[in-house]
C-alpha cells in the first residue's frame, strides 16, 4: 500500500503544511526526497536524473520511492511547489497587508524577498532552466503561484499610491517589474560576485524601492 496517497494532497499530490504534517513520518520522508532530488536537479539537469539516481541519493529502495512520489515529473513540480508556498506563507504569517504604512509594507516585503531568492539562488536558477519539461496542468499552476505574488505587491503599492507615498502611473506593472528584479542576483550572479551577500541585499533593495519611493534613502 502506497501510505503516503493516503493522506488529502493538495493540486500536486502534496501533504498539507500543518504542524502533523511534519511529524508524519511518510511527509518527511517526501520531504526528503524533494530535497536529496532537487540537488540531483541542479547538479546534472531533470533530464539526465533517472529514478535510480534518487534513490540512491535518498538510500531509498527504488521500490519504495514510489511508495512517496509517484514519478520524477512528480518530484520537478513539488520542488516548484516548495519555492512558491513559503513566500505566501510569510506574507500571511507577519500580517504585511495588515500594515498601516505603505513604505513599511514595501521595504519589509522586498528584504525578505530578496533573501528568499538569494538564499535558494540554485533553486532558482534550476527552475528557470527546467519549466520547459513542466506539464502544460502544472506550468499553469506556477504560472498562478507567480501571479499571486505580483497581486500581493500590485495591492501594497496600489495603496500607497493612493495614499500619495508611492508614485508610479501603473502598479500592476510596477509589481511586475519588482519581482523580476528580485529574481536578479540568481540570473546575474556571475557578474555581481565582487559584493558580498549584504552589500547585494542593501543595493538590491535600495534599487528596487527608489523605483517607486522618488525620495527613498
Same mark, same amino acid.
Request: proline residues 4%; hydrophobic residues 40%.
Given at each position: 500500500?502506497?501510505?503516503?496517497?493516503?493522506?488529502?494532497?493538495?493540486?500536486?499530490?502534496?501533504?498539507? #503544511?500543518?504542524?502533523?504534517? $511534519?511529524? +508524519?513520518?511518510?511527509?518527511?520522508?517526501?520531504?526528503?526526497?524533494?530535497?536529496?532530488?532537487?540537488?540531483?536537479?541542479?547538479?546534472?539537469?531533470?533530464?539526465?536524473?533517472?529514478?535510480?539516481?534518487?534513490?540512491?541519493?535518498?538510500?531509498? @529502495?527504488?521500490?519504495? &520511492?514510489?511508495?512517496?512520489? +509517484?514519478? #520524477?515529473?512528480?518530484? &520537478?513540480?513539488?520542488?516548484?511547489?516548495?519555492?512558491? +508556498?513559503?513566500?505566501? /506563507?510569510? $506574507?500571511?504569517?507577519?500580517?504585511?497587508?495588515?500594515?498601516?504604512?505603505?513604505?513599511?509594507?514595501?521595504?519589509?516585503?522586498?528584504?525578505?524577498?530578496?533573501?528568499?531568492?538569494?538564499?535558494?539562488?540554485?533553486?532558482?536558477?534550476?527552475?528557470?532552466?527546467?519549466?520547459?519539461? &513542466?506539464?502544460?496542468?502544472?506550468?499553469?499552476?506556477?504560472?498562478?503561484?507567480? @501571479?499571486?505574488?505580483?497581486?500581493?505587491?500590485?495591492?501594497?503599492?496600489?495603496?500607497?499610491?493612493?495614499?500619495?507615498?508611492?508614485?508610479?502611473?501603473?502598479?500592476?506593472?510596477?509589481? @511586475?517589474?519588482?519581482?523580476?528584479?528580485?529574481?536578479?542576483?540568481?540570473?546575474?550572479?556571475?557578474?555581481?560576485?565582487?559584493?558580498?551577500?549584504? /552589500?547585494? &541585499? +542593501?543595493?538590491?533593495? /535600495?534599487?528596487?524601492?527608489?523605483?517607486?519611493?522618488?525620495?527613498?534613502?
Amino acid at each position: 500500500m502506497k501510505q503516503a496517497k493516503t493522506v488529502k494532497r493538495n493540486s500536486v499530490g502534496r501533504t498539507p #503544511k500543518t504542524a502533523g504534517a $511534519f511529524s +508524519d513520518p511518510a511527509e518527511k520522508r517526501r520531504l526528503l526526497i524533494v530535497k536529496k532530488a532537487t540537488r540531483l536537479f541542479i547538479k546534472k539537469g531533470y533530464s539526465q536524473t533517472t529514478m535510480r539516481d534518487i534513490a540512491r541519493a535518498t538510500n531509498i @529502495n527504488l521500490g519504495n &520511492l514510489y511508495n512517496y512520489i +509517484d514519478s #520524477k515529473e512528480d518530484i &520537478l513540480c513539488l520542488s516548484f511547489e516548495d519555492y512558491h +508556498d513559503p513566500a505566501m /506563507e510569510w $506574507f500571511e504569517r507577519e500580517g504585511i497587508m495588515k500594515l498601516d504604512d505603505p513604505r513599511q509594507q514595501l521595504e519589509k516585503s522586498v528584504r525578505r524577498m530578496l533573501v528568499m531568492i538569494y538564499d535558494v539562488m540554485n533553486e532558482i536558477l534550476m527552475m528557470y532552466r527546467e519549466t520547459r519539461v &513542466l506539464p502544460p496542468k502544472f506550468l499553469k499552476i506556477v504560472l498562478q503561484k507567480e @501571479n499571486d505574488l505580483i497581486s500581493v505587491f500590485e495591492k501594497i503599492i496600489a495603496g500607497g499610491a493612493a495614499k500619495k507615498v508611492f508614485h508610479v502611473r501603473d502598479p500592476f506593472f510596477a509589481a @511586475n517589474m519588482l519581482v523580476f528584479q528580485l529574481s536578479l542576483f540568481p540570473l546575474r550572479s556571475w557578474n555581481l560576485k565582487k559584493y558580498t551577500r549584504e /552589500e547585494y &541585499l +542593501d543595493l538590491a533593495q /535600495e534599487t528596487i524601492i527608489k523605483a517607486i519611493i522618488s525620495d527613498a534613502g
